[in-house]
Every structure is written in structure tokens, then in C-alpha cells.
């Protein structure tokens, strides 16, 4: 389905959204880095998922697809060696900028050359963070200007790890992953504010789940100490639903005549289940439940939204500051340049072909509401990028006239279910020629 045409209408109905896709990584890797079997169940298909799942496969992990408990899903059995081993000399990460920056760390450290490689936007992603460490470290690195295919040999010496708090939270994450396998001790200082902060609280709580043990010093994820010679213990685990995939069912059911979004946990630590409390300040109809959240047809009006911690949901929320009363401000929002796309050029380009008014800054986007609807009747792109293909659906529904989606094939990255999904609850689009 390389191209959609979208006719407006209203979604109404209930949807299971698909499982944390940033939570299936961190369970299925310490998985893989764990002595014996584990079982990872409620796992939803996606490219990114695919792409960690080769990566430990190329590291000596066995990881097989089995039953799950779940109608719909997924189930990995995964039995690691409870430390990686080279099976390959080199691993394909496809698009998933999580896959490359959690697992660079943990090639670094297996004593022979291993070479990452990628796709799209991802051989060109920023990596200086790690590339400043290895230099430190004295670990061989070769890389094509900054850029994939890049080539890392040698092992990790403990010792201390600074990094940018301003960069993305997924190298903070990779040095959790790998620090605990080293010799010795280990500390990782954080040098500036750490964005993105509920991250790394996933992905200290999915290493505590599976016996590792690392000190937050402060509180303020400023200062970590990590004991090593530790080990990862086999876990049975179910990954719980994906708030970023949420959200375009709550934006949706406020444009439409109303939706439930099943599946999800507002116990969970994921920083995109701010969207409920981001759409209450606008003024939505919201009802939670103990597993669910329903968002009923709303009138909603402006407000300031802080991406800071919450980035993978403002594509969604744009489209919905789009058609709301007033003017709507979105800050801190930079790092969502350096994504699968820019995607505060791609939603200022495509809704404004719909007929938004959106001023794109250089930290963010200032959006005039038009609570009246869009114009509609253009064909958009999608700037091969998941996130910007659905919000462009939802945004399709408070159009007058259809909306053509150019690429609308890469919502297999995170979301391969999105356009069945999409027509379950009544919207309508045909596949174009």
C-alpha cells in the first residue's frame, strides 16, 4: 500500500493498540543478554522489532517465534549465552535508530570487528556522542564520515562515561545495556539536563526486572553507578501497550465521534502517556479505565506543549493544535529534526498543503487553529516516516475534501497494522494507483 486516498469521516469504535515497540526492545534485549530462556510475550510485529531481533541472532542469541497468550501477537522465546558473542561480522538495523544506538555499546566490548548497518535516514543519524567515548576508550572505530557502515573492534573498560544530556536518551541506554557485563565499575555522567529522562526510567526498570542492579545517584538522572561482573537472569515477561501508537486513537476519537483505546497502563513509565493529560488541558472528553482510554468527539483550544519528553507524540498533536480554537505553541522540540525525518518541517509542509497555518521555529512550531476543519484535496507525503503517514490520516478526517498519502507503506516500521486498524473503526481509504 504505497498510496492511500483518504475520505473524511468520523472514527467510532474500540481498537487494541499494538504493544510498546520502545518497551519490546529493552525486554527482548536483556532477554538475549540473559543465561537460559526467556519468554517475551505480546509482541507486535514491526520492522524495528525485526531489526533487534537480527541484531541478537548475530550475537549468538537464539530467538524463535512462538504462541503467544495474546490473539494478534507475538511471542519470542529467546535463550542467550548471558554474554554476546560474535555470530556474525556484521548486523543490519534496518531503519531503527533504537536498535543501532542500543547495540553499538555491546559490539564495541566483543574483542573482533563488527559492522552496523542501516537504512534511510538512520546511515546518516548523529552518533559523536558514542564516537567521543571510543576515542576515550581506545576502541577501534571506522565509519564512512560520521556516517553507516560503521566498523567497531575492542572491548569496554570500566570506568567513567560522559555523555550530553541534550542528545538522544538511547545512548544513555546502550551504556546501561552493555556496563554491567564489564570487569569492573562503572559510572555514566550526564554533562547537561537529560531530555527525554522517562527513556532511561524504561530502561532502568526493564534491567532491575531482569536482576540488574544500577544506581540512580541523585534522582535526577544526572549521575549513574554500575556495578559490573553482573548478570542478566531469564525472565517470562509480557510487554505492555504503546502510548506513542495510542495517541493517534485519543487525537482521533476528539475529531471523530469518539474511541477507546484498549491495551494500554497508566502505571506505565512511558513518557507519551502525557498525551492524556496534554488533550485534558485542550479541553478533550477523556474517560480512563483500568486498561483503557476512551476519547470522546471534543472541542478542544490551544495550549503549550513541552516535547521535551514526550517527542514521538507531537506529529499526532500538531494535527490536533491544527483544528483546535487559538494559537498552540510547541517547544523544546528540536531533536525532532533528527528522526526518521524533520518532522517539524514534514507536518509544517504537509498541513499546511491541507490548509493548517503552521510556522515552523527552530525548537518548535507555532500553530494557528482552525477548529472549522482543513481544506484538504492535496496529495501529501509522508517523508518515509511512520509517525508522519498516520498523523496525516487523523489529520485527513477534519478534511472537506480526500487526502492522497504518498508512501503510506512505511507505517510498517512501528505500526504494519495501522491501515487495517484504521478502516476497523470506519475510516475510509483505497489503496491508489
Known amino acids: 500500500m504505497e498510496k492511500v486516498k483518504i475520505y473524511p469521516a468520523k472514527l467510532a469504535g474500540t481498537v487494541q493498540v499494538p504493544s510498546s515497540k520502545s518497551m519490546g526492545h529493552r525486554e527482548i534485549i536483556c532477554a538475549g543478554l540473559a543465561g ?3 519468554i517475551v510475550d505480546n509482541i507486535s510485529m514491526s520492522q524495528d522489532i525485526e531489526a533487534t531481533m537480527r541484531v541478537l541472532r548475530a550475537m549468538n542469541v537464539s530467538v524463535d517465534e512462538i504462541p503467544s497468550m495474546i490473539e494478534g501477537r507475538k511471542a519470542l522465546q529467546i535463550t542467550g549465552t548471558g554474554h554476546p ?80 544530556g541534550d542528545v538522544s536518551s538511547q ?51 544526572r549521575h549513574y553507578l554500575v556495578p559490573g561482573k553482573q548478570r542478566f537472569k531469564a525472565q517470562d515477561s509480557k510487554v505492555e501497550g504503546d502510548w506513542s501508537q495510542a495517541a493517534f486513537w485519543t487525537v482521533g476519537g476528539a475529531l471523530g465521534a469518539g474511541i477507546t483505546a484498549s491495551g494500554v497502563d497508566f502505571a506505565s513509565l512511558q513518557g507519551d502517556k502525557a498525551v492524556v493529560e496534554i488533550m485534558q488541558r485542550m479541553g478533550a472528553d477523556i474517560a480512563q479505565n483500568a486498561d483503557s482510554v476512551t476519547v ?28 483546535s480554537e487559538g494559537t498552540t505553541k510547541i517547544i523544546n522540540a528540536g531533536r525532532l529534526r533528527i528522526k526518521e525525518c524533520d518532522r517539524l518541517a514534514a507536518m509544517t509542509s504537509e498541513l499546511n498543503k491541507m490548509g493548517a497555518a503552521i510556522t515552523e521555529e527552530l525548537e ?16 501529501a507525503d509522508a517523508w518515509n516516516d511512520h509517525r508522519i503517514a498516520m498523523a496525516l490520516a487523523i489529520a485527513s478526517l477534519r478534511c472537506s475534501d480526500p487526502v492522497v498519502i504518498e508512501g503510506a507503506e512505511c507505517v510498517r516500521k512501528s505500526y504494519p497494522e495501522f491501515w487495517q486498524d484504521f478502516a476497523s473503526l470506519g475510516g475510509a481509504c483505497h489503496e491508489e494507483e
Do not use: W
Open 36 to 38: 537460559g530462556t526467556s
Open 85 to 164: 558473542i560474535a555470530a556474525a561480522d556484521n548486523v543490519d538495523c534496518g531503519e531503527s535508530g533504537s536498535t543501532l544506538r542500543f547495540f553499538i555499546p555491546l559490539g564495541a566490548n566483543l574483542g573482533c570487528p563488527l559492522t552496523f548497518i542501516g537504512h534511510g535516514k538512520l546511515v546518516s543519524r548523529p552518533l559523536q556522542a558514542y564516537y567521543d567515548i571510543l576515542d576515550k576508550q581506545f576502541v577501534q572505530y571506522f565509519n564512512d564520515n560520521g556516517n553507516l557502515p560503521l566498523t567497531v573492534n575492542g572491548h569496554l573498560m570500566p570506568g567513567k562515561f560522559e555523555l550530553p
Open 171 to 221: 545512548f544513555v541506554s546502550g551504556l546501561l545495556f552493555a556496563l554491567p557485563l564489564l570487569k569492573g565499575d562503572s559510572e555514566i555522567i550526564i554533562t547537561s539536563p537529560l531530555e527525554s529522562a522517562s527513556y532511561v526510567d524504561m530502561t532502568l526498570n526493564c534491567l532491575a526486572k531482569y536482576g540488574v542492579k544500577i544506581e540512580n545517584v541523585d534522582g535526577a538522572h
Open 296 to 323: 470522546n468527539s471534543s472541542t478542544t483550544k490551544a495550549t503549550v506543549i513541552d516535547a521535551s519528553n514526550c517527542p514521538d507524540i507531537i506529529p499526532v498533536l500538531t494535527v490536533l493544535a491544527a483544528v
Open 364 to 379: 518548535g512550531l507555532t500553530i494557528t487553529g482552525k477548529p472549522e476543519g482543513l481544506r484538504g484535496g492535496v496529495e
